[in-house]
């Protein structure tokens, strides 16, 4: 996002606090407002706000594991919106779902390099699209060309992005040493 889409994206969403800038869980006016931004940020994104807070308040809470319980309370959520949008957050490979012995909760936390591993899961897409395209493509047959052109300019930006994210990912693993 360039520095003038920034601008106006957080010109254009306005947040109101559900908490009052206080969860219940004591966390800082700025800590909640920085999650509730998250949240507009990917409401913005066609996502639901939820999953945007849900994701934020991973980023940056203390213990960085949390039960669903204490993420129900610190971002005043059911239960029901917290396991729905930590499948899908998990689905998009930014949160692991954690077991503990002898504790029955269900804890989550930010995955490590989870940035990196979400970018990993779109390039996974981004080949699944791929091969949806070449079954068009076959379905197509001998069609003319420009019956034919859509599904091969997606199928070619899809495979140059794949590996231009692919590399980019590959140069940032080498430079900061991580894996995954």
């Not at 800590?31 to 991973?58: C, D, H, K, P």
């Amino acid at each position: 996002m360039t520095h003038t889409e920034r601008h106006r994206f957080q010109s254009t969403v306005k947040l109101v606090s559900v908490n009052d800038g206080v969860d219940q869980m004591g966390a800082e006016p700025d800590i909640m407002e920085f999650v509730e931004q998250m949240g507009g940020y990917f409401e913005s994104r066609s996502l639901t706000r939820l999953a945007g807070r849900l994701l934020g308040w991973l980023l940056v809470c203390d213990p960085e594991r949390q039960s669903s319980e204490e993420l129900a309370t610190a971002l005043a959520a059911s239960s029901g919106g917290i396991s729905t949008n930590a499948r899908m957050l998990i689905q998009f490979g930014f949160i692991e779902r954690l077991a503990v012995a002898g504790d029955r909760r269900t804890y989550f936390r930010l995955r490590p390099n989870a940035f990196a591993a979400g970018e990993r899961e779109r390039i996974r897409a981004m080949a699944e699209l791929q091969d949806l395209a070449d079954v068009g493509l076959r379905a197509l047959g001998d069609a003319p060309p420009q019956r034919s052109r859509r599904l091969r300019e997606m199928r070619d930006l899809l495979a140059y992005m794949e590996n231009v994210v692919s590399d980019a990912l590959g140069r940032y693993s080498q430079r900061t040493g991580e894996d995954d």
